[in-house]
Every structure is written in C-alpha cells, then in structure tokens.
C-alpha cells in the first residue's frame, strides 16, 4: 500500500530534551514536507525537500531541523522543544513538477510540558 | 492578511442535504487548486484537484473555482454521515513547493 508512515503517533516530552519524529515513505517521491497543524491557523509548512540531500525553510522553520539522507526518508528534529511548538504534525511527500498535491501521513501529536 | 480565507464553521447538516464550501484568496497568481477532506486522528486525504477556473465534478463532490472573485467551492450533493470531516482548501501559483492551504471546515452531517 502507497503511503507515508510518521512515528511516533503521539509524544509528551519535557522543555530542551531533543526528540526526532520519523517519516517515511515507499512510493520513490522526491519530495517530501512538514508541516505543523495548529486551531485556527491551518497548515503550515517547516521545511520542505526536493531531494536527497536538498531541503530548504518553508514558513516557520525556527526551533527545528531536517535531513534528508535517503530518499524515503525525512525525519524533523526538534533539538530543544518549547511549550509553543506542541502541535499536531504532518509529513507529506509528492512527485516533483506536479501540484497534484501531496500524501500526507497521520500525524505526530506532541505535547511539551 | 491570509493568502487563503476558510470559514471554520462547524457546518451542520442534515443526511441528503447540498453542502456548500468556501475559500477566498488574495494572490492572483494561483492557478492549481485543491481539496482535502481530513477526519478526525488522520492526514489530509486529496479529494478534489482543479486547474485554473471551471468546475469539475467526481460524483457527489463539484468543485468550482471563479479566478475572478478569487473564490473557490466545493458541493457535496446527497451528503452523507461518512462525509463529515474538516475540509481543507489548498492552492499554488505553480510552485510545487509552495501550496497555501486554507485553516479547514469542519461539517458535521446528522443522520
């Protein structure tokens, strides 16, 4: 089944301890995207990726980071999580050239106390 | 301001009823346009994909875009329980890493 796989599905961490929500996908997208998705503000993009080793900032990239080593992959690092970056999160991933839209994952609900 | 308007409702209909949704926009410059329907404790999921202005109609679901007014809906005839879900508006002006999407309206459908 053609899909973008996050994890984990729910995370409650502590102020500054790093964490790392995975995604990966199995249909050879070359891009791949975060976003966070917060009440009343919708969908916002953190970073996004035309290819391995290519990423850039979207629209509120302050407090994380990416990689993108495997195509498949793109994991969002969160290096010193604050109370304001609880959200829900999705990863999403399309072909390159299309406005098709994207597949997105279920989601990463993290809370930081 | 918002480069894409929604209203968040909630919207709630009875079983059968035409259900009409909304986005404005502000930037001319779009051209591609789409919708998600997300359900609760999931991802968006593409529903509906428009380019440029016209309708276009997949079963129960129209969507129109009127570039004019800048404003977009989608129709949901013969609504039914299963279609309750926040419904996400999306566009791009052509640049596949850019898409704005819309804060979703959430549409409740009672049997």
Partial sequence: ?113 | QKEVEQDPGPLSVPEGAIVSLNCTYSNSAFQYFMWYRQYSRKGPELLMYTYSSGNKEDGRFTAQVDKSSKYISLFIRDSQPSDSATYLCAMSAGDFNKFYFGSGTKLNVKP
């Fill in chain 1, 1 to 113: 089944e053609a899909q973008v796989t996050q994890n984990p599905r729910y995370l409650i961490t502590v102020t500054g301890k790093k964490l790392t929500v995975t995604c990966s996908q199995n249909m050879n997208h070359e891009y791949m995207s975060w976003y966070r998705q917060d009440p009343g503000l919708g969908l916002r993009q953190i970073y996004y990726s035309m290819n391995v080793e290519v990423t850039d900032k979207g629209d509120v990239p302050e407090g994380y980071k990416v990689s993108r080593k495997e195509k498949r992959n793109f994991p969002l690092i969160l290096e010193s999580p604050s109370p304001n970056q609880t959200s829900l999160y999705f990863c999403a991933s399309s072909t390159t050239g299309t406005a098709y839209g994207y597949t997105f994952g279920s989601g990463t609900r993290l809370t930081v106390v």
